[in-house]
C-alpha cells in the first residue's frame, strides 16, 4: 500500500467517527431546542460575511481533460473574495496547502486573508457539503451570534464517495461560529436518522421566505424529504434555517445532477425581488421548466405578505460536453461582501446577464469569472462557496485548531 493510500485510508476511518458521532445520539432534534426556537434564523447571502469557504479542488476526474485549469478559477475567486472579507480554504495536509499557496500567490491573492483548514475531501462543492449558517441577534442588533446547522451530505442521493466531505461539515460546524452547532435528525430505530439538505437546494431572503424545488427535495426520484412530506419538509425548514414560508418551485434545469437545485435558476436579489432564468428557444427543455417557475413565483407572496416581482436572467446558450448537457446558468452568481461573482461562458449573453444584477448591486462591483470548464464538473461559483456570516462583538476565527 502506498503512503498516499495509508493517508487516503486514515481520512476515511477519520471521517467515519466523526460522523458517528453526530448519530449517537437517539434524541429527535426537532422535538428539542431548535435553532428557530433559540431565536435563530438564516440570513441572506447578501448580509455581512466573515469568510467565504472553499475547497483545493483536487478531484481531478470532475474536470476532464481540463483539471490544470480549476485551480485558477479558484484563485480567481479568492483574488476577488479577499478584497472584502477572509476566505477559508479545506486542504487535505501541508502538502495541498503549499501548492495551493503557490497558485494563489502567482494569481495574486492576498495571502494573509487566507485561513489554510487542513481537512480531507471528497470534492470542492462547498455550497453543499459544508453547514448553513444561522443568526440571532439581541436587541437593535447589538449583538449577533452565529451557529452552524450541519445537514447530512449524502453526495446528492448519486455518488457514493461523499463521506470525507461530510465530515469535513462536521468538522466545520463544531469549530467555527459563536455558539454551538446544530445537527438535525429525528429519532429512529437504532439510534438518530440525519436529514439529508444541501445549500443549493434552498435560497433565502433573510426575512422568512426560503425557495425550494419540489423535484429535489419531495417528488424527484432521488428527492432528499420523500419520507417527510410537503408538511414535514416545511417544519425542518422553519425550525432549522428559520423559514417562515416556503416557496416550492416544480423541476430543477437540464444537465443538474442535483435533481433539482434551486441556485441554478432562481434566486433572491433583495426582499420580495427573485431573478429567473428564462429559456426563449421553445424547443429548449429549459423553456417549460423555467416558465411554470416563473409562473410560480408570480402566483406566490413571501413571508412578510409582498407579492414576488419576478426579473428575468437570460440563459447562456446551451453548453455541452460530448452529448452530455452541462448545467451552465448565470443563476449561479455569489454575493460576496462588496462585489458580486458571476459565471460567465464566452457567450452572447454574459454581458446582459451582469448588467441586470447590476442594477441590483448598485453598491457591489459585478465581476465575470469565466466558468466554461469549470461547469464540466456539473456546478460553477455559488457550488463551489459558502458563506460563512459576520458575528458582532465576537472573534472571526475558529473556536478550536482548525486541523481535523
Known sequence: MTAAS??????QRRADAAIASVMASPDDELARATPRSLG???????????ATWLAWPHKTGDWPGKADCIPWVFASMARHLTRSERVRLLVRDAKEQRLAESVFRRA?????????????T??????????SFVVREEARGALREVAAVKFRFDGWNRYPDHRLDDAAGIHVARNFGTAPAHFPCVA???????????GGSIDVDGEGTLLSTEECLLTGARARHKSLGREGSEAVLREMLGADKVIWLPD???GDDTSGHVDDFARFVRPGVVVVCDEANKADPNHGR??????CLRAATDARGRRIEVVKLPMPSPVMFGNVRLPASYANFYIANDQVLVPTFDDAMDQRALGILAEFFPRRRVVGIHA???????????????????AKGAATSPRRKSKA
Open 6 to 11: 495509508v493517508d487516503r485510508t486514515r481520512s
Open 40 to 50: 435563530f434564523h438564516m440570513p441572506a447571502e447578501w448580509q455581512a460575511h466573515a
Open 108 to 120: 495574486g491573492v492576498e495571502l494573509a486573508a487566507v485561513d489554510f483548514v487542513h481537512c480531507d
Open 122 to 131: 471528497d470534492r470542492s462543492w462547498t455550497r453543499d457539503s459544508l453547514p
Open 188 to 198: 429512529g430505530r437504532g439510534g438518530c436518522r440525519r436529514l439529508t439538505l444541501e
Open 252 to 254: 430543477g434545469i437540464a
Open 290 to 295: 423555467l416558465a411554470a417557475a416563473q409562473a
Open 372 to 390: 466554461t470548464e469549470l461547469v464540466l464538473g456539473l456546478g460553477t461559483l455559488h457550488c463551489s462557496t459558502q458563506q460563512e456570516p459576520l
